[in-house]
């Protein structure tokens, strides 16, 4: 397969990449395109790489005008982010709305602005001040919405570390920790009342890597295994990431709250480590992408909502040089910033399910010619920092 991708064309590759999501329709899948890198391609060239590859949804971590500018008219739905560091000014309705009228309703609706991340893993930071301001906050940015006409099309929401349950397993037992349960109500009331949805980062990677030899790599990667059976509701899981979601489901529901949808506003896996963080490798990044990529394709809701299909936000675009930490941090993306694949996640593979997994050095030209136009326990801690 490496073979083949380095010599076949490079025209010829990228179309059919951009048939095979034509063809398979991936309407749950997004990307989120961080930027802690000082060699990241502009975000216009961005735009055409999204658009090439038929992704219709993406995320970023701020409201950086050059972005927000730079997806206007291109189709793609985008998630965009407060910062942790203004929920304390944005408890103010007034600021908030000065916030919203700044930030997104200049872009709206040519850019197809679709969620505001009000702030990321509060719940789990160690400033605890950030958890007494996120609600309000939340509420006074979705009232600056209501104020300018833009609730109807843009949900508020925060995106929570798996860190924020005391229990995950089984699914069943899944519950959130005493000392966020009381604001964790007040946040599930704002979300059931405006019908937003609950957003996790959900890593299988770190409850593999923590525990090598008590979690089955196939289970936390999608691969074929024998999975386990929730012993209280019977369901079977054959993955890791579906369980976690249902243990969010189920945490929800003990605190009175059964209807709130759960999407994934991050997963992935890293393709390059320390010699300490076991299973970051080119092969399971790959393999974990692909496989994800095959239950969204498929439309997969998880064993307790099984008519309800899974979004899911594939963390990363690109790797990103400048971020802190250990060599994982830096090694989550599917593309390097020059538009090499970091591996091949088999997109045009996919309607081939026996072509090869091994990671290709195939590349992609970012001035595309895209218009705009066995019972396995599960860890209750998987989090990315």
Not at 3 to 23: E, G, Q, V
Not at 37 to 47: I, R
Not at 244 to 272: C, H
Not at 309 to 332: C, H, I, Q
């Amino acid at each position: 397969m490496a073979t083949f991708c380095r010599n076949i064309a490079l025209i010829p590759f990228f179309l059919l990449l951009s048939l095979t999501f034509s063809d398979f329709g991936v309407t749950c899948l997004g990307v989120n395109y961080g930027q802690v890198a000082n060699n990241l391609p502009p975000p216009d060239k961005v735009v055409d790489l999204l658009s090439s590859l038929k992704i219709t949804k993406s995320r970023i971590y701020d409201t950086n005008p050059q972005v927000l500018t730079a997806f206007a008219n291109s189709n793609i739905e985008l998630i965009v982010t407060v910062e942790n560091q203004m929920l304390a000014v944005l408890v103010d309705p007034q600021q908030a709305l000065q916030w919203v009228s700044t930030h997104i309703k200049p872009y709206f609706p040519a850019t197809k602005i679709t969620g505001i991340a009000v702030g990321n893993e509060v719940f789990t930071d160690d400033d605890t001040s950030l958890i007494q301001n996120l609600v309000p906050a939340t509420v006074s940015i979705h009232g600056a919405l209501v104020q300018l006409g833009l609730d109807k099309y843009i949900q508020v929401s925060t995106p929570n570390s798996l860190a924020v349950l005391e229990e995950s397993y089984p699914p069943s037992a899944g519950s959130f920790k005493t000392e966020v349960a009381g604001i964790m109500s007040q946040y599930l009331q704002f979300l059931s009342s405006t019908k937003a949805p609950f957003w996790i980062n959900a890593y299988t990677y770190f409850a593999y890597k923590d525990a090598p030899n008590r979690i089955s790599l196939d289970y936390a990667l999608f691969n074929p295994n024998s999975g386990m059976v929730d012993p209280y509701t019977k369901l079977h899981y054959d993955n890791m990431l579906y369980a976690q979601v249902d243990a969010a489901i189920f945490a929800m529901a003990r605190l009175g709250y059964n209807g709130i949808e759960v999407r994934v506003s991050e997963t992935g896996w890293p393709s390059k480590g320390d010699p300490n963080e076991v299973g970051a490798t080119v092969v399971n990044a790959a393999t974990y992408n692909k496989n994800l990529l095959r239950r969204q394709m498929a439309n997969e809701g998880t064993p307790l909502r099984p008519n309800m299909r899974l979004e899911v936000y594939l963390f990363a675009l690109f790797n990103e040089d400048m971020k802190p930490g250990p060599t994982s941090e830096r090694n989550y993306g599917l593309f390097q910033p020059d538009g090499t694949m970091a591996y091949n996640v088999g997109l045009s593979a996919l309607s081939t399910p026996s072509s090869s997994s091994t990671p290709s050095s195939a590349s992609i030209s970012l001035a595309s010619s895209a218009t705009k136009t066995k019972g396995i326990p599960i860890l209750p801690i998987c989090t990315r920092n």
